[in-house]
Nanobody, 117 residues
């Protein structure tokens, strides 16, 4: 069993910042890709950012220059620093991991981010 626990969501005003964390635990041998996805009300889940074990990152165009993804391989934790938040960033943010050898993928339950004045 693998568990992903996200934290750091909340209510923030436009232009504000939040930092999300996701800690993976359980039957983890080696994580390849870690990432964040989000789902806004009435919309499909979309990729926000991913980071490989080697540290290569990739971002959705809508968050480039505002969000930064990072990871701690020793702690099996991934972070998402979100700056200059906009109302359109409002969504449930889900953590995702893919194990290196088995290819198994896991999702967190999500943490709600609300950007509103």
């Amino acid at each position: 069993q693998v568990q992903l626990v996200e934290s750091g969501g909340g209510l923030v005003q436009p232009g504000g910042s939040l930092r999300l964390s996701c800690a993976a635990s359980g039957s983890i041998f080696e994580i390849n890709t870690m990432g964040w996805y989000r789902q806004a009300p009435g919309k499909q889940r979309e990729r926000v950012a991913t980071v490989t074990r080697a540290g290569s990152t990739d971002y959705a165009d809508s968050v480039k220059g505002r969000f930064t993804i990072s990871r701690d391989n020793a702690e099996n934790t991934v972070y998402l620093q979100m700056n200059s938040l906009k109302p359109e960033d409002t969504a449930v943010y889900h953590c995702h991991i893919k194990q290196r050898f088995s290819g198994a993928e896991y999702w967190g339950k999500g943490t709600l981010v609300t950007v509103s004045s």
